[in-house]
């Protein structure tokens, strides 16, 4: 009994020992195949999609993208400048030549003081002229802005100009309602005005280039360098409010139309011409 135990457990021990020594086998060569799968995966990779490195070692395609590396290009095998594709020439974009529109000549700009000493300045700008006041209307209706100007006494102007930006136009339409924003209204000369409540015209507004008029039919579509915003004086507020007024309504205006606010003479409007402009007002309208 005993030995037929002991020859069982022999052949059971030398069973498992060949079973072991399969099993190891096994496992080494399934180690050996996938590392050639990994090597054979890694060649794939480097000879890139078109196969462009095919006929070089894995050894020097390992080293370096021979795509990237000019050298290591020149130094394989002449059969990958065989098989590499010829070099595409990328499309290119003509684009059409663009000519620089020639600068529009600026138009003659209006002169208030050559304008006021010129014989003929009631047609050179829309300058205020002389009526018959009309009699007061009824508190019910607003009176039609009247433009008068006193006989015993030379008639000055003070003025400001509101002007676009440099390279820039006020478009009609924007300039309309700006100026209908700030109480303008349409009427004599074909330019606006700004009256009280009995009429009197407190100031203002035309054109910045000749004629210096507005046409109601065509300014929408017009385009402007800027406009001349003036009183006369004396007027029916003393010279210092007129200046006062003329420079709140320009700046409004500026605002509104993304203009520059200057003097009567196109200059920067410093503290010193407001200064000279009001004492130049007092003088003329009194306080």
Do not use: C
């Amino acid at each position: 009994m005993e030995a037929i135990v002991q020859t069982v457990t022999n052949d059971l021990r030398v069973a498992l020992l060949l079973v072991g020594g399969v099993l190891l086998l096994v496992i080494v060569l399934w180690e050996v195949i996938q590392r050639r799968k990994a090597a054979r995966a890694d060649a794939t990779h480097l000879r890139g999609p078109l196969g462009q490195a095919r006929s070089a070692k894995v050894d020097d395609l390992a080293s370096g993208d021979p795509l990237l590396d000019p050298v290591r290009r020149e130094s394989l095998e002449p059969s990958l400048a065989e098989n590499a594709p010829t070099d595409r020439l990328e499309p290119t974009l003509t684009l059409p030549e663009i000519h620089v529109r020639d600068r529009l000549s600026e138009p003659p700009l209006v002169d208030f003081d050559q304008a006021m000493t010129s014989e003929d300045r009631g047609n050179s700008i829309p300058v205020m002229q002389s009526v018959t006041p009309e009699p007061p209307a009824t508190p019910v209706e607003r009176a039609a802005p009247t433009v008068s100007l006193p006989k015993n006494t030379e008639p000055v102007i003070v003025a400001l100009r509101v002007v676009a930006r440099e390279g820039e136009r006020l478009t009609g339409a924007a300039l309309r309602q700006a100026l209908q924003g700030e109480g303008f209204v349409h009427g004599e000369m074909e330019i606006f005005h700004r009256a009280l409540a009995d009429g009197r015209v407190l100031m203002s507004a035309a054109s910045l280039t000749k004629p210096g008029s507005f046409d109601l039919t065509t300014m929408d579509s017009m385009r402007y360098l800027g406009i001349n915003l003036f009183a006369v004086l004396p007027g029916p507020v003393s010279g210092r409010d007129a200046v006062d007024k003329l420079l709140s309504v320009g700046h409004t205006l500026a605002q509104r139309l993304r203009a520059n606010l200057l003097d009567s003479r196109g200059q920067t409007l410093t503290e010193t011409r407001l200064a000279e402009m009001r004492r130049e007002a007092a003088s003329a309208g009194g306080d």
